[in-house]
């Protein structure tokens, strides 16, 4: 992986316990050649990414809960570990799937070790300046490529049936978020309840299900050459309405000149696909009606401010244990809140 800038080794003990970790990979991973070496991969919200290294220079990556996780199970490893277990087993691309530890007594929580994929994750414009148009292009429809494979999957079939409730995914997830919202919020913010009424009122019918990913984006993936060489994070995958991950991925899809209503993104430096033309090779791909997009887009940007509204609320409340830029994340919640309505007002 080249997505991130790695810390030095010597800065990761309170993530690994080298004596112990040593010790099982030693015992569980084929052919690996101790000493080992880590590296903490920067750029992670939730779960820890580390790059192993042997002493044959073979690398690894191990995930495992952020520092002072309070869930004293393997539930969260286990499942990640299942998901790309199953989708492994499908055209979707993911890194192999190695090893599970569920032994908390190894390295304080559970963790899984899987193949280290060489690629380069894409977050903003600046890294995709050496990318040639037709690379652009040609990523672009193997991103929608991939994603209609993976909706094409019978989670049953790669041992994910029971990963999630598979119907009325759009109702529990306002239900959810609406909860947070109202639980987190710093401010009153009329644009977030409208939208909710609104978002809940026109509600479509769910058409089928599939596997969701829940943050399909490029920076969530490994890239080059113009193809996605692996899918990464998936631990917000669940089963539910696909048309979900087309909303989210169209909303991280900015086209150049357009305003960015959260964090950048690679494709403002022009070059790639449209969102009509990703829409319309999904839609032939898959035979789903994308026409109601617009209320997919305008349901993920509420749900991201309400997830923004709650960091924003633990800093304020110093459970971060650290400083965070404030101002940032209240206009980040409510640019997010404006460009949902937004899209239900133009929609009509």
Known sequence: MT????????????????????????QNID???????????????????????????????????????????????????????GVGKTSVPVPAALGLCTDITVNDAPFYVMDHV?????????????????????????????????????????????????????ARQLRRWTKQWVASKTRELPEMEETQRILEDRMPAQIGSAIVHGDYRLGNMLSGDGTVLAVLDWELCTLGDPLADVGYLMNNWVEPGEA????SAPTVAGGFSSRDEMLGWYQDATGRDVSNVAYYRAFSYWRLAAIVEGVLNRYLNGAMGQEGDTDAFKLQVETLADSALSLLTEAG
């Open 118 to 170: 060489v690629g380069t994750v894409l977050h903003t414009d600046e890294e995709v300046a050496g990318m040639s148009d037709i690379e652009k292009v040609s990523l672009s429809c193997r991103v929608v490529e991939v994603l209609a494979d993976l909706h094409a999957v019978e989670p049953s079939d790669i041992g994910l049936g029971e990963l999630g409730k598979r119907e009325d995914y759009i």
């Open 3 to 26: 997505e991130d800038a790695a810390q030095p080794d010597e800065q990761v003990a309170a993530g690994i316990n080298r004596e112990s970790v040593e010790a099982w990979f030693g």
């Open 260 to 263: 960015l209503p959260s964090s």
């Open 31 to 85: 052919g690996v050649q101790l000493p080992l070496s880590f590296e903490l991969l920067a750029g992670g919200h939730s779960n820890l990414t580390f790059r192993v290294t042997d002493a044959a220079e073979t690398d690894y990556v191990l995930r495992r809960p952020p520092l002072g996780h309070v869930l004293a199970t393997a539930h969260d490893m286990e499942r990640e570990h299942r998901i790309i277990s």
